[in-house]
């Protein structure tokens, strides 16, 4: 007679429709999702890649202690992303404003940027983490390709105020690293976190 397997419990510390979809690609649907509202203040001097860790971080706690009383401790596999748009030491900020978003995309015009996006996996009183950058160059933008951005909308709530999912595609003349990580979340860190940890899917095991 076959068993079954006890499946794992994934709670996705995020609302983000990009997020989901990129863990769906590869076989993962959350079974709770669980954003977290936190301070996305960065810190004084705070360095880019220490930012991204921090807020990965404080969202996967935020829902960790939501899930405890529910969710058994053992089975349940919190996870937690964020990404931040650097210049050098500069983080640009998420666009919340058409000002905003235009300032960054000036700043973005013709340059090179790094994107640091942390993941975090919180399970069994443990946490396990991975920063992931890639390097992004675009092309110089033109006042007329501003404009027509920025009245896409597809700025409002992006780091440094653009999505590489949308039409922004057509501005990024390289990328050396993790698309899917500039997206929201790096697939190939978070397979490796998951499964490096235990994660359990459902499934029949053939019986002996």
């Known amino acids: 007679m076959a068993r079954t397997r006890t499946k794992s419990v994934l709670v996705l510390a995020s609302g983000s429709p990009r997020r989901l979809q990129l863990l769906e690609q590869i076989g993962y649907r959350p079974d709770h999702l669980s954003p977290a509202d936190i301070d996305e203040t960065p810190e004084k001097k705070e360095r880019p890649d220490a930012y991204a860790l921090r807020m990965a971080r404080e969202k996967a706690a935020v829902a960790r202690e939501r899930a405890a009383g529910v969710l058994d401790r053992e089975a349940t596999?919190?996870?937690a992303a964020d990404t931040v748009v650097a210049m050098g030491r500069t983080i640009l900020p998420k666009a919340d404003s058409l000002d905003v978003a235009e300032a960054c995309l000036r700043n973005l015009s013709g340059r090179s940027h790094r994107v640091k996006t942390a993941v975090v996996v919180m399970v069994r009183g443990k946490t396990r983490e991975r920063l992931v950058e890639t390097r992004?160059?675009?092309?110089?933008?033109?006042?007329r390709e501003i404009a027509d951005y920025l009245a896409t909308g597809e700025w409002e709530g992006k780091a440094g105020g653009y999505a590489i999912q949308g039409r922004a595609a057509a501005f990024v003349t390289h990328i050396t690293g993790s698309y899917s990580a500039v997206v929201g979340l790096p697939l190939y860190e978070t397979e490796q976190l998951l499964v490096g940890n235990g994660f359990q899917?459902?499934?029949t095991e053939p019986s002996t």
Do not use: A, Q, T, W
């Open 201 to 203: 899917r459902e499934e």
């Open 136 to 143: 992004v160059k675009m092309k110089r933008l033109s006042e």
């Open 77 to 79: 596999f919190v996870l």
